[in-house]
């Protein structure tokens, strides 16, 4: 059985494995390979949302955990922190949006906004990864 005390480490896979789909997804449409792109996506988007149960599972019986680090570390910290915390909440959203956009074929529309989807999606990934790093093993 996973402990709370496990989902950190667990969060920052799930934030990983989506940036890896992510960017091979990135790289498929890029190659023209429409229906691998669209499952690893959708994979992708699967992982955001294992992420995000276990992430309010944790805060929520475990709160927040303050950072000790002192120093350039701590700003370098709380910079990457209040971008990741700031952008994440606009990732549901967009990648809503942009999934159902692509899945009904409104492929005008769909580029549109996964121009901004991506490296928005993709920050946040590779931030919350960061951020554990920085908490948990740093």
């Not at 789909?21 to 699967?46: C, D, E, N, P, Y």
């Not at 580029?111 to 490296?119: E, G, S, V």
């Amino acid at each position: 059985m996973i402990e709370t005390s496990d989902l950190p480490m667990l969060n920052a896979v799930l934030n990983g494995v989506s940036a890896v789909f992510l960017l091979f997804g990135f790289i498929l449409i890029r190659q023209k390979h429409w229906k691998a792109h669209r499952a690893v996506m959708w994979t992708a988007f699967g992982f955001s949302v294992l992420f995000l149960m276990s992430y309010l599972t944790y805060h929520y019986y475990e709160g927040s955990r303050p950072y000790e680090g002192e120093g350039i570390s701590r700003v370098i910290y709380f910079v990457i922190l209040i971008t990741h915390v700031v952008l994440a909440a606009t990732v549901p959203p967009l990648a809503i949006l942009t999934l159902w956009r692509g899945t009904k074929k409104r492929f005008k529309k769909h580029r549109k906004i996964a121009k901004y989807t991506f490296p928005i999606w993709m920050y946040v990934s590779v931030t919350g990864v960061i951020v554990y790093l920085m908490l948990y093993v740093i």
